[in-house]
């Protein structure tokens, strides 16, 4: 921690992380980098106002003082997204902190956030995930290796799991139930419901796979037995792609993507997608889905009450 913060500041920032891991369920990677990026801005505040930032001085902030420090930010080649999550963790902590501390945040939390273009999601199409599903199965010789690889791109694709929801499958989870109990971000837990295909493919891997799969070991091994890296995924999917000239966007998270976006052309309900790929906000999920408009308004006609 920098000597330009107070002791203070420092009990502070420990408070609050104690605070979102306690009452908001912070995923500890989350709490790492809001503490990282608040930390760099006391840090910068303090050589901007030169003298070290102590709770009081965290209270007598100014507009000014925050522009300068995005400012700084942007000269340094800072990307509009990093300052825009960098803004949001101080923003975070100022909250916290004004209603602890008793001062106006109104400088900090009116500060607005730089604007960047989103990307927007790039879900494969249905034929292109078959192929490509297909297509990784035949990246190696070596036969359960070949067989592991279709089995976690077909449960990520399957279950719309993310790939460390996907690697954190266990001995113990298999065989595949019906719905499984993932663990996602902040430690929140939703039920996906399990395609036969992907109990298929876990199944076959499970007959050809050399090592011993534990109750408590990782489902998905290596080829030397240990617990699988997303890497190994990522290079599979990447030979795979180039091979039928898929574009570099098409990756394991395209899975997920592609997972929701399906389920939204089958007719499912925006809502349902949310709980299933375990989204907090439902403009999350609306950015998940990449549905035509048309088709979109066609969905909801035939799901509203007006539209039949």
């Known amino acids: 921690m920098t000597l330009e913060i107070s002791p203070g500041a420092r009990d502070a920032l420990q408070a609050w992380g104690d605070h979102m891991r306690a009452l908001d369920g912070a995923a500890e990677n989350t709490l790492t980098a809001y503490a990282r990026d608040v930390t760099a801005f006391l840090a910068f505040q303090a050589g901007h106002r030169g003298g070290p930032m102590g709770l009081a001085e965290i209270g007598r902030l100014r507009t000014a003082d925050m522009r300068a ?3 700084d930010q942007r000269l340094h080649g800072t990307g509009g997204r990093s300052v825009a999550r960098h803004l949001s963790a101080v923003k975070s902590f100022a909250r916290w902190l004004s209603e602890r501390e008793g ?7 009116s500060t607005r956030a730089p604007k960047f273009r989103k990307p927007l999601p790039r879900p494969l199409a ?11 199965g035949m990246q190696h010789d070596t036969p359960w290796i070949a067989a592991r690889d279709v089995a976690v791109v077909t449960v990520l694709y399957g279950c719309g799991l993310r790939i460390s929801e996907g690697l954190g499958l266990t001995g113990g989870d298999a065989p595949l139930a019906d719905v499984l109990r993932i663990k996602g971000k902040g430690g929140k837990e939703r039920l996906v419901p399990v395609l ?7 199944e076959r891997y499970i007959a050809a796979c050399p090592f011993d799969l534990t109750d408590d070991g990782p489902l998905f091994r290596g080829a030397r037995g240990g617990a699988l890296n997303g890497r190994i995924v990522a290079g599979v999917m990447a030979r795979a792609r180039m091979q039928l000239g898929l574009p570099a966007s098409a990756t394991p998270h395209a899975l997920r993507h592609s ?3 399906h389920l939204l052309e089958a007719g499912g309900d925006l809502r349902s997608i949310q709980e299933l790929l375990g989204h907090a906000s439902l403009s999350t999920t609306q950015a998940y889905t990449a549905v035509d408009t048309v088709h979109l ?3 909801y006609a035939r799901a509203h009450p007006h539209g039949r």
């Open 297 to 299: 308004m066609e969905t």
């Open 103 to 109: 001062f106006d945040p109104t400088a900090i939390l």
């Open 69 to 71: 420090w995005m400012a």
């Open 259 to 261: 997972f929701a976006t």
């Open 126 to 136: 249905k034929d292109a995930a078959k192929d490509l599903i297909e297509t990784v």
């Open 196 to 202: 036969p295909a992907a109990r298929d493919a876990v």
